[in-house]
């Protein structure tokens, strides 16, 4: 029987970390943040009073064993002066099925049985109004997911608007794990999302299985500025209960001197560097290697493969 591992996290990150972790012999639980409020699913939160979709149209296709071809339909937004202008092929299907069903769940469960997607996907809630606060260290309130990324402050608590009902598959979930991974991404608006819920925080600290987080690359304009590897799991713990983070995976890949300045200049993101006394300290366990490529756009990502391999060799050892 192969070891069940529960990833969670939204946006990007944990899209490309799926589409090299499906190719293990793992048994995979993707819990996805449903409270992006901005771009194509903002906007079909606002008209059809859904939860959002976009980040599970990406994990659903990266874990799909379909053609290429299909895939980039899924991903392809709408380029037109009509009402589809921006919105992603995936997205509208992905609210087509939930209009039929009722529930989100339920229509993941379709999509994925059409994609071929041999693991399964649950969003952390099915709550159509859920909204993402954040505290700034000024005291300002920020609502919304979109709003708090393009605040580019300090935020000093993230919480929600009202307490999610999570999905009782999710803690399940969590329950019967060998691994739990909080995934490489925003810390504010993919990782934190899942793990502020009061019913998901009793069930890890219930879990017998260790936590794993996938430290990001680079930092995160306004929010993470000038953190390092211990920085990201020390916030990481203060919004966890009983159990912390138990390992840590981190990129010693040398950054050249054009990217840094590259990412420095374009995007204000400075490379997340490792601390090896602080992550002693911590008493997190550290695995590190060189895990960074550059991707064909030119931009720093994860080895996906290289990344997987140490999980999965982590998660055989353990």
Same mark, same amino acid.
Not at 191 to 203: R, S, T, Y
């Given at each position: ?20 972790? &499906?190719?293990? +012999?793992?048994?995979?639980? !993707? ?8 771009? /194509?699913? %903002?906007? =079909? ?119 999610? &009902?999570?999905? +009782?598959?999710?803690?399940? !979930? ?8 909080? /995934?490489? %991404?925003? =810390? ?131």
């Amino acid at each position: 029987m192969y070891k069940k591992v529960v990833v969670m996290g939204g946006g990007t990150g944990i899209s490309y970390l799926l589409r090299g972790l &499906k190719d293990f +012999p793992v048994d995979i639980t !993707a819990v996805i943040t449903v409270s992006d409020n901005g771009r /194509s699913t %903002g906007k =079909l939160r606002q008209e059809f009073h859904t939860p959002a979709v976009g980040d599970i149209r990406k994990v659903i296709t990266n874990l799909s064993q379909i053609d290429e071809p299909i895939k980039k339909m899924m991903s392809y937004r709408f380029n037109t002066s009509s009402d589809l202008d921006g919105h992603a092929v995936g997205n509208l299907i992905l609210t087509a099925m939930l209009d039929i069903t009722g529930s989100l769940k339920d229509s993941i469960a379709h999509l994925s049985k059409i994609l071929d997607v041999r693991h399964t996907v649950l969003p952390i809630s099915e709550d159509s109004d859920l909204t993402l606060m954040g505290l700034d260290k000024d005291g300002n309130v920020i609502e919304g997911e979109e709003q708090i990324t393009q605040a580019h402050r300090e935020f000093k608590k993230i919480f929600y608007k009202s307490e999610p &009902k999570v999905l +009782p598959e999710v803690l399940k !979930a969590i329950e019967e794990a060998d691994l739990i991974i909080f /995934s490489m %991404g925003s =810390l504010y608006t993919s990782v934190l999302p899942n793990i502020i819920c009061k019913e998901v925080e009793k069930a890890l600290d219930k879990a017998k299985a260790p936590i794993m987080y996938l430290s990001n690359i680079v930092t995160q304009p306004g929010e993470t500025d000038g953190f390092t590897v211990g920085d990201h799991v020390k916030l990481l713990n203060r919004y966890l209960n009983k159990k912390k983070v138990d390992v840590v995976v981190a990129s010693n890949t040398k950054i050249s001197e054009a990217m840094a300045k590259k990412y420095e200049s374009e995007e204000q993101k400075d490379p997340v560097l490792i601390d090896y006394e602080e992550l002693e300290k911590i008493g997190v366990e550290l695995l590190e290697d060189d895990l960074m490529i550059i991707d064909e756009d030119n931009t720093l990502k994860h080895n996906s493969l290289k990344l997987s391999s140490l999980i999965f060799s982590y998660l055989m050892r353990k």
